[in-house]
């Protein structure tokens, strides 16, 4: 694009949108949302954070990111700054994981894979057997035990293109790596590899959690890169056979000790009445997790580090918590949710960020209709910086346990596209999240919390 | 962000937006959207191109992006495919261009600089001179030939963070590479350093076009890298002094014949009223163009291989059309309007993608009060595509001449936040698109032609 007489026509036509009713709000919003785009530190923290490296429960990394987000929200001004002990599941992919093929001429072809997360491991032994191919995942019943017994099964569902909405993809072909290995495990199956969980095609396998059934045996599986399933495919659609073999150290630890990390802003008015806005800590162990979820994470220091820098004081205690384990136990979510039961906490509002750093365009609230109605009447003061899609619906799986006592849930929902190429693989690093971006979503949650803050929610 | 209960949740709030007004406008337009992103090629095309390199005017990887785009509308299904003549700026940078700070110690700095487009060459020789710092504009002529007589004038205007549409902030700052080598050269320095028209802070200098005013001489300038431009700030406020020295073998040749690439899709019932949808073809001699404009070219192509795969004829007729030379003299644009005056054809509407290849929130309108009321009535038909954004303004440098004919121009408004940062830069290659986000705004293009195109437009 040049700079022609066209784009001077074009910028005559930027009006501010002014929202008449609320011309104070507005300009409140305003200054928060420059004081991100202008001073705003997410992106210099979302750095330092991916330096450690991936952030699975359990590891040695997630320590280090504990401590690291613990100075990050005393730097942010946070009132008060503590560690939440909770219990996580520790899971370890172990070195050398391996699959591959053999057609009948016995060629070899090497995958890429990456184990799926909980999965079990093959204790470094190659577990092989015929490749049966599947990419329906409702015919698994009817084909039974006649097809599965002994056979590696390939769930090759990819996600469908033509949803706007690439959660209800991932949502939708997600069964395959969710209930895929119990289900070929009940008809016999030896192993499973599975499609990756990706919108694209490439050569980077995808990984993320399984969930076994306990009523059947705990096979191995693995996903499969992108470009891997669609050679498969291709060459089991001519009438290609293979024998697939499968190889990893895969080992289910259990259960440690682990941390919520969590700092506040003491309400002024009503300290009591907690709202919080958070992200999870915790990563796969691919990549550096950078949009899933150390956006979130930073997003949520930035609204303490916002509001503090700007000298505004809430009217409610605002909290930022870096959730732990949200990949695979939900243990930090659980132990949050505990906390404040046992303390008798009142939760008035929390939003989650852990959708990726993209731009925002809108929020999801899972709330009563009274609630709703007025969140709602806050929309306009949003759509000048592209906010636009404002609706009922789910929130983050960290704050949804909140649920159970009555809090009001909401969801930062960034624009979605390029999510699932990085998700839960190699590619999730912090040079593939914009500033711009992850800024703007910061600013966007800071200035709804604000406004929860000073107005408050009737649930 | 893992697939708990929450998530499930979320997806029951899924309801299709159903526009009851148009029930079949809108499923034609689901078809069209589920086609592209199903079976698309712009992706792959926009490959095929950056793989030629840049494509600056005049050169030869110019001449061959016209063949391949010549051969890719052939292939798209257009009735007729043709070469437009144009005439084109061609202009070359040259090898071995360098600029260098001296302190006054004696100490060297490399910079990583690029010569602006259209800009002077030193002939190989240093152009020295000690270094001014301005970061304003307005004040240059306050300054006048006092300050400036025999320097090396920098202009550091950075982007304005906290405007959320970026091109209003390249429009502001801006000012410095076009205006700048004149205005400095008018009082009298040697030469120009601008700070980058990028919204990042990285290594890469962006280039870009610079207009002489034929009144001053001719003085060589040349884009800093954002990185560059903090430093030399941060030593010159701490009181540091610099000599500047800048060479290259910048050369203007003048004139020569070029093409722009046009494919149509005759119209079945009025096929004299006209309906273009265009990008520009070449690039700036940096990167590969991918952003600017390879994805403005694809989607056109697109919207012609996505209507002809449907098997849907559009009532009026449908023209893709690639520009040539949009980036340093506009020269396709004019032929453009010269052969429709030429010919007395009757071109109703154009629509132009030349604001990256980012996901798609809206169009901007530059139109009649009627034809405006008229277009906005479809409005409803793309929210559920998160396309928001429905305006008056501006629509694109290579469409706008035609607004002489009394053309409806309209503008594709994609996501603008990474733009900046890869914008005539090294950076704007093939690797910086998504699939996805490239798809949908040729979706939503392909979409309003066809509404045009069935409906027609009160001028």
Known sequence: MSIGRQFFSWLLFFFPVLVQAQPADSLQIRKIVNEILVNGQAYQNLRDICRIGPRLSGSPQAEKAIELTRRMLQQAGADKVWLQPCLVTHWERGAGETAYLVDSAGTKFTLRISTLGNSMGTDGKDVCGELLY?????????????????????????????HIRTFQAYGESGIARRNGPSLAAKYGARAVLVRSLASNVDAYPHTGATRYNDSFPKIPAMALSTQDAEWIAENMAKGKKFTACLRNRAVMKGEVLSYNVIGEIKGSVYPEEIISIGGHLDSWDLGEGAHDDGAGCVQSIEALRALHNLGIRPKRTIRAVMFMNEENGGGGARAYLDSAIAKGEKHVFAIESDAGGFSPRGFSFDLGDQAYGQVKKWAPLFAEYGIHRWERGGSGADIGPLKKIGTALCGLRPDSQRYFDVHHAETDVFSAVSKRELDLGAAAMTALIWLVSEYGLTL
Chains 1, 2 share one sequence.
């Open 134 to 162: 599947i990419n329906r995942f409702d015919q698994v019943d009817a084909m039974g035990e006649k097809m599965l017994r002994d056979k590696i099964v390939f769930f090759d569902l990819p996600m469908n293109p033509t």
